[in-house]
């Protein structure tokens, strides 16, 4: 039986917001094949700009694991998710090529360079993982209609390694919690909170083209 940590408590409690994070209409509209492409573009271009910003902020969680972790295989969890990255960025450039999306010319928008300043602690650094991870893996359930085009987008994060992943950051998390100082933990759950709301002005971007 899995125990219940810091991190599924506030779930729970921000049951809700989280639910607008990670079933949001355009997760909705993949998983019912009612996307328009537009959107799509939208999101692979401001994501794109988005992961890359990522990698300076995974590298800056992995030099505290180093250095603060009292648990080796912290840093080998973080260095998988740091080692990742590249293909991603690899992966982004062929898809906006496939759809032929011109990245040198995207600029990041409102909601997205807001999003940046969040790119700070290990609680962001799971809970943005978790809320792509459970949005995708939804789209890929059995009965949904999701465009054969975007199956590859889905699996990417939807796929059971990535949930084994975001699984092991929640564990260290919910371990790190349990040290934490009271007005440590009020920082973290706040931070949860501000990646969800994040979250759904980052989806919100690309429903404007509707
Ligand atoms: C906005 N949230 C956003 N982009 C991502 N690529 C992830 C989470 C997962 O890494």
């Not at 492409?37 to 992995?62: E, G, N």
């Not at 590249?86 to 995207?106: P, R, T």
Request: aromatic share 12%; net charge negative; with cysteine.
């Amino acid at each position: 039986e899995k125990k219940i940590g810091m991190s599924e408590t506030w779930l729970r409690k921000h049951r809700l917001i989280y639910d607008g994070a990670t079933r949001h209409p355009l997760i909705i509209s993949i998983c019912d094949g009612t996307i328009i492409i537009a959107s799509f573009k939208t999101w692979l271009a401001q994501d794109y700009l988005f992961v890359r910003a990522f990698v300076p902020f995974a590298a800056s969680v992995l030099i505290k694991a180093w250095k603060e972790s009292d648990c080796r295989g912290d840093m080998e969890v973080i260095l998988g998710g740091v080692a990742s990255l590249e293909d991603e960025i690899s992966w982004f450039k062929a898809e906006a090529n496939k759809w032929g999306i011109s990245l040198s010319d995207v600029v990041p928008q409102p909601p997205n360079k807001n999003y940046y300043r969040l790119l700070e602690s290990l609680m962001t650094f799971w809970a943005i993982e978790a809320v792509y991870q459970e949005s995708f893996a939804h789209c890929i359930e059995e009965g949904s209609k999701i465009p054969p085009e975007l199956k590859e987008t889905c699996a990417r994060w939807g796929n059971e390694a990535f949930g084994k992943y975001c699984q092991s950051l929640q564990n260290i998390a919910n371990r790190r919690l349990q040290k934490a100082s009271d007005e440590e933990l009020k920082k973290a759950e706040f931070m949860l909170l501000s990646v969800l709301e994040h979250e759904v002005e980052f989806w919100n971007m690309s429903c404007g083209n509707k």
